[in-house]
């Protein structure tokens, strides 16, 4: 679950068991100044997200909450290169 505010944003990382979630990781991380004028804040705090528990999501069915048009903007781009 992945939601952002206009200085920070907060990531939680959740496993399922039971058809019941339980956190695993939660981490959160204020935006420097170059983020703060990011238009897709959302669609950062999921990259991040993304990142930080990539070792942990390899292999596995995601699936990613937000509230925001980031998922929509990362499903409608053909490739994406990996930095």
Known sequence: MCDASNCA????????????????????????????NFTEKEFLAVVFALDKFRFYLLGFKVIIFSN??????????RMLKHV
């Open 68 to 77: 925001h048009a980031a998922l929509k903007y990362l499903l409608l781009r």
């Open 9 to 36: 944003f907060e990531v939680v990382f959740e496993q399922c068991i039971d058809r019941l979630p339980h956190v695993v990781y939660y981490a959160n991380r204020t935006l420097n100044d170059a983020q703060l």
